[in-house]
């Protein structure tokens, strides 16, 4: 079975910094990319970005570029995002996802159970 | 505000049939395949179409998807109560360089 663990939750203050960690099982793991989503409380899924696992090489949605930094370390075979200067706004559960490598994602098709992040003074 | 346009909410009875419409453009839909994604209330996404139209193993075929220019929609047929949840589409976008979602749709079963 497939399968995505992910760290628990995390309460942080705004202008702090959180990261996130993502466990892969039961496949080969440079086989996949790890994508990030996010969704606020009562919206909809947000794409963050991926990284690579083959070779570290990271793709981040423009709105996040210079305030997320996503990585891998393969002697663990485990992802993480970090996202800094939080605010209150970045209060969202946190997902991993596998994504298939190709140039043009075309699918999403292994999710972790989630991250709850909340931001508050 | 999503780059792909869902209806904010779908419903039906117990046994009828629902469609649920994703439209975009050009640099998303018309280009790229599209995925369908089930959020059960509480619990992360799940993968139900993958390319358009395939649906991984274990995935009922009472869910079926489809693709035309630049929209897709899903169908879900026999409806039950346990399809209560929140559906996603979601496809590349060649000109964000990003994967996109659209705004999502509740499937409500009366």
């Known amino acids: 079975q497939f399968h995505l663990v992910q760290s628990g939750a995390e309460v942080k203050k705004p202008g702090a910094s959180v990261k996130v960690s993502c466990k892969p099982s039961g496949y080969t793991f440079s086989s996949y990319d790890i994508g990030w989503v996010r969704q606020a409380p009562g919206q909809g899924l947000e794409w963050m970005?991926?990284?690579?696992?083959?070779?570290?090489?990271?793709?981040?949605?423009?709105?996040?570029?210079?305030?997320?930094?996503?990585?891998?370390?393969?002697?663990?075979?485990?992802?993480?995002m970090e996202l800094r200067s939080l605010r209150s706004d970045d209060t969202a559960v946190y997902y991993c996802a596998r994504v298939d490598p190709s140039p043009t994602v075309t699918t999403v098709d292994l999710w972790g159970q989630g991250t709850l992040v909340t931001v508050s003074s | 505000q999503s780059v792909l346009t869902q209806p904010p909410s779908v419903s039906a009875a117990p046994g009828q049939k629902v469609t649920i419409s994703c439209s975009g453009s050009s640099s998303n839909i018309g280009n790229n395949y599209v995925s369908w994604?089930?959020?059960?209330?509480?619990?992360?996404?799940?993968?139900?179409?993958?390319?358009?139209?395939?649906?991984?193993?274990?995935?009922?075929?009472?869910?079926?998807?489809?693709?035309?220019?630049?929209?897709?929609?899903?169908?879900?047929?026999?409806?039950?109560?346990?399809?209560?949840?929140?559906?996603?589409?979601?496809?590349?976008?060649s000109s964000l360089s990003a994967y996109?979602?659209?705004?999502?749709?509740?499937?409500?079963?009366?």
């Open chain 2, 100 to 110: 996109v979602f659209g705004s999502g749709t509740k499937v409500i079963v009366l």
């Open chain 1, 49 to 80: 970005g991926r990284v690579s696992t083959y070779n570290g090489n990271t793709n981040y949605a423009q709105k996040f570029q210079g305030r997320v930094t996503m990585t891998t370390d393969t002697s663990t075979t485990t992802a993480f």
């Open chain 2, 37 to 93: 994604y089930q959020q059960l209330p509480g619990t992360a996404p799940k993968l139900l179409i993958f390319d358009n139209y395939k649906r991984p193993s274990g995935i009922p075929d009472r869910f079926s998807g489809s693709k035309s220019g630049t929209s897709a929609t899903l169908g879900i047929t026999g409806l039950q109560t346990g399809d209560e949840a929140d559906y996603y589409c979601g496809t590349w976008d």
